[in-house]
């Protein structure tokens, strides 16, 4: 969801709200706007979280990501595929891939997992 999709559905929310919690929708979109998505630096972002109680970034704002209850920070895979979307040639230098419209990008990303269980060697 991006920044503009979320300002649309706090609007249709105030819209359907009638005054009842606009206030408290617009207060969340002023923290939101203007705010990084995540800070990859561990380190700045340890201090903007102190400096900003808690305020630091998207995803701290909105809640982090949650398995099986207990809050996630976002992983280097997920940087990974966050850089490929926004910054043209992360993964591929090669000028003649990118196409005419830098806003057109396209990423396959696969996900495996075995759950439980121990792969089993191929034969």
Not at 69 to 87: R, W
Request: hydrophobic share 35%; aromatic share 8%; proline share 5%.
């Amino acid at each position: 969801m991006t920044l503009n999709d979320l300002q649309k559905l706090i609007q249709s929310q105030q819209q359907l709200a009638a005054g009842s919690g606009s206030a408290e929708l617009s207060k969340l979109l002023r923290l939101l706007r203007d705010r990084e998505f995540w800070l990859w630096d561990s380190t700045k972002h340890k201090e903007r979280d102190i400096i900003q109680k808690g305020n630091c970034c998207f995803n701290h704002i909105i809640g982090l990501p949650r398995k099986n209850g207990v809050k996630k920070p976002l992983f280097d895979y997920e940087a990974m595929l966050y850089k490929a979307l926004l910054q043209p040639g992360y993964l591929n230098s090669d000028p003649s891939l990118l196409s005419s419209n830098p806003n057109n990008v396209k990423l396959v990303s696969k996900k495996s997992t075995c759950g439980s269980r121990k792969p089993q060697a191929w034969e």
